[in-house]
C-alpha cells in the first residue's frame, strides 16, 4: 500500500522546507521530496534548494570575501593602513564558501530529523488522486497526501543560441565556481545576480563588462536609488554596463567567448574569457504531472494560486518561486509558513506589500513599499525626506559615506508608502522601515522613536525627520 502522509512537500528550498517543518510543528505528519544533489560528493540530496546551494548563500559568502580583498587593496588606505602584495587565493575563497554551503545544507537535515519531516529522494511529481488524497509518484514509489504543497522553486532561464556549459559560459551555476579570477568577464543582464556576482569579478580583479537589453538600468528600484547606484558602479567602481544592447551571437571558441551585439544603431564585439548569463529564471513546473491532475498554470508557467497560494485543486497550495511574485527566498519561507498554518485552520497570512528587497553590491541597495514612480503614476499625493549617510558621524566613522535613505509617506495620514536605501549595511537598516509598514506605522512614529547614537540607522529617524521638513543634523 502507499505510503500515507497529512502533507507532501514537492521540493525542499526555502520554500518547501519552512512549509514541511511548520506542518510538522503543527501535528501533520510530513513528507518532504527533493531530487536534487547539487554538488554533494557523495551525490546524496540536498536540502535548501537554489537558496543554500546556487544562490543567496554562496553568492553573500563571495560576496564578503570579495569585498575583504577589495578593502585591502584600496579600502584601508583611509585608514592609514596599507597592506603590500595582497593576493586572493580562489580556490581557498570557493572552498570556505562550499563549507558554508556544506553546513547549512546538513544543518536542514538535521532540522527534519528534529522535527519529524521524513525526506524522500527523489523526482516527486503527480499522477493521480483527487480531493481525499492526491497521488505523489518519488522515484518510482507513490506516496499519498490530503494536502500537496509545490514548492519547485526555479532554474536559471537561458537564452537560445547562448549555449551554457557553466565552464566558459555559465548561469548562477558556474558563475558561483570559477577556478580562477577571469581577466575579461562578460555578463548578460545587469539584474541582481548580474550586479551582484559581477561585483564580485569585479572587485578580484576582472574586467566586468555587463550588457543590458533595457534601456534603464535598475528600472524596478526608486529612480533616485538607481540613478545613484549607477553612477557609483560605472564611475566609482569601474563596472561597464552597456544599456540597450541587444545580444545577436555568443561564439564560444577555445580561448574564450565573443558576443555580439547592437546598440542603437551601432553593432560591437565583445571579447571575454567567461561569460555570465543572468537574464531572469523560469519556473520548474515541467515533469510535474501538471497535467495528471489538472494542475493550472498561468501565462508565464506559474502554478496559479490566489492571495493564500491555493491552486485550484482542493488541497494543492504552491509556494516560493514557483508562484507569482517576486522570486525571493523570504517571500517563499513566509508563503510556506502561511500555507502549513491554513491547512491547520489558523489565519496564516503573507503581507506582499512589505515583502523587503535587498541587493548586495556596495553599497548595498534596499527597499520596502512603493518607489516615487509608482506613486506618481497611481495619483497618490506624498511627501519624501532623504537624508544622505555623508551626514551621519558612524558612517564618516566607517569611511563609508556613500548613498541615502529616502522615505514617501502618504501626504494625508503620513503612513509610511515606501522606503529606499542605497548605502552600507542597507540590508540591515531596511528592517526597522518592514517594521514600521507592517505596523501601519507614520513618519512621525520613527520620528518619535529613540535611534542610539552613534549608529547607521539615525540616517532612517532623520529622513522620517527630513518628511516633515524638519531633520536636525542636515
Ligand atoms: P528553490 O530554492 O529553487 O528550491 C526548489 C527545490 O525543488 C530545488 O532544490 C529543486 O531541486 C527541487 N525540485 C524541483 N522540482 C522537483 C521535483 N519535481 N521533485 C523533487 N524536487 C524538485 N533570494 C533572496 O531572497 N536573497 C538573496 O540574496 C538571493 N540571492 C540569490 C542569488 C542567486 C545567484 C540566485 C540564483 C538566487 C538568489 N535568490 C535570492 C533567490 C532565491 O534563491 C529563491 O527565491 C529561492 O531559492 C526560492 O525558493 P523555492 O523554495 O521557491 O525554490
Ligand atoms: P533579474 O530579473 O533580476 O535581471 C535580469 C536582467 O536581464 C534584467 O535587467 C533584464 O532586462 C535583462 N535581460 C533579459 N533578457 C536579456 C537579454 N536577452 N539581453 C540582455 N539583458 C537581458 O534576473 P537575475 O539577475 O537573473 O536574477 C533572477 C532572480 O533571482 C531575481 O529576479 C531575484 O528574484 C533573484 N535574486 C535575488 C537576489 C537578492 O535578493 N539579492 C540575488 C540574486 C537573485
Avoid at 497529512?6 to 501535528?27: E, K, M, N, T
Avoid at 544533489?37 to 546551494?53: F, S
Amino acid at each position: 500500500m502507499a505510503k500515507q502522509f497529512d502533507v507532501v512537500v514537492i521540493g525542499g528550498g526555502p520554500g518547501g522546507y519552512i512549509a514541511a517543518i511548520r506542518a510538522a510543528q503543527l501535528g501533520f505528519s510530513t513528507a518532504c521530496v527533493e531530487s536534487e544533489a547539487y554538488d554533494d560528493p557523495k551525490g546524496e540530496v540536498r536540502l535548501g534548494g537554489t537558496c543554500l546551494n546556487v544562490g543567496c548563500i554562496p553568492s553573500k559568502a563571495l560576496l564578503q570575501s570579495s569585498e575583504h580583498f577589495d578593502n585591502a587593496r584600496h579600502g584601508f588606505v583611509m585608514h592609514g593602513i596599507t597592506a603590500d602584495d595582497v593576493k586572493i587565493d580562489v580556490k581557498t575563497m570557493v572552498k570556505r564558501k562550499d563549507n558554508i554551503v556544506t553546513q547549512l545544507t546538513g544543518g536542514i537535515k538535521g532540522l527534519f530529523k528534529k522535527n519529524k519531516v521524513t525526506l524522500l529522494p527523489g523526482h516527486g511529481k503527480f499522477v493521480g488522486g483527487g480531493e481525499d488524497a492526491w497521488e505523489v509518484d518519488v522515484a518510482g514509489e507513490v506516496v499519498t497526501a490530503k494536502h500537496v504543497i509545490v514548492a519547485t522553486g526555479s532554474r536559471p532561464r537561458h537564452l537560445d543560441g547562448v549555449p551554457v556549459d557553466n565552464k566558459l559560459v555559465c548561469d548562477n551555476v558556474g558563475a558561483l565556481a570559477f577556478d580562477a579570477v577571469p581577466k575579461r568577464l562578460g555578463v548578460i543582464g545587469a539584474g541582481v545576480i548580474g550586479l551582484e556576482l559581477g561585483s564580485v569579478w569585479k572587485r578580484l580583479g576582472a574586467q566586468v563588462t555587463i550588457l543590458e537589453a533595457l534601456p534603464d538600468f535598475l528600472a524596478a528600484a526608486d529612480a533616485a536609488v538607481a540613478k545613484e547606484a549607477w553612477k557609483v558602479f560605472t564611475q566609482k567602481q569601474g563596472l561597464d554596463i552597456q544599456l540597450g544592447a541587444n545580444i545577436t551571437a555568443v561564439k564560444v571558441g577555445k580561448k574564450g567567448v565573443t558576443v555580439e551585439y547592437e546598440s542603437g544603431d551601432d553593432n560591437h564585439v565583445l571579447e571575454c574569457d567567461r561569460l555570465i548569463v543572468s537574464v531572469g529564471r523560469v519556473p520548474n513546473t515541467e515533469g510535474l504531472g501538471c497535467e495528471a491532475v489538472g494542475l493550472k498554470l498561468d501565462d508565464r508557467g506559474r502554478v496559479d494560486v490566489d492571495e493564500h497560494c491555493r491552486s485550484y485543486l482542493p488541497g494543492v497550495w504552491a509556494v516560493g518561486d514557483v508562484v507569482r511574485g517576486p522570486m525571493l527566498a523570504h517571500k517563499g519561507m513566509e508563503e510556506g509558513v502561511m500555507v502549513a498554518e491554513l491547512i491547520a485552520g489558523q489565519a496564516g497570512h503573507c503581507n506582499y506589500d512589505a515583502v523587503p528587497w535587498v541587493i548586495y553590491t556596495h553599497p548595498e541597495i534596499a527597499w520596502v513599499g512603493k518607489t516615487e514612480q509608482q506613486l506618481k503614476s497611481a495619483g497618490i499625493d506624498y511627501r519624501a525626506g532623504q537624508i544622505p549617510f555623508a551626514a551621519n558621524g558612524r558612517a564618516l566613522g566607517q569611511g563609508d559615506t556613500t548613498g541615502f535613505v529616502k522615505m514617501l509617506a502618504d501626504a494625508k495620514t503620513d503612513r509610511i508608502l515606501g522606503v529606499h536605501i542605497i548605502g552600507t549595511n542597507a540590508s540591515e537598516l531596511i528592517s526597522e522601515a518592514v517594521v514600521a509598514m507592517e505596523f501601519h506605522a507614520s513618519s512621525e512614529d520613527i520620528a518619535r522613536i529613540v535611534h542610539a547614537h552613534p549608529t547607521l540607522s539615525e540616517v532612517m529617524h532623520e529622513t522620517a525627520l527630513a518628511v516633515d521638513k524638519r531633520p536636525l543634523h542636515f
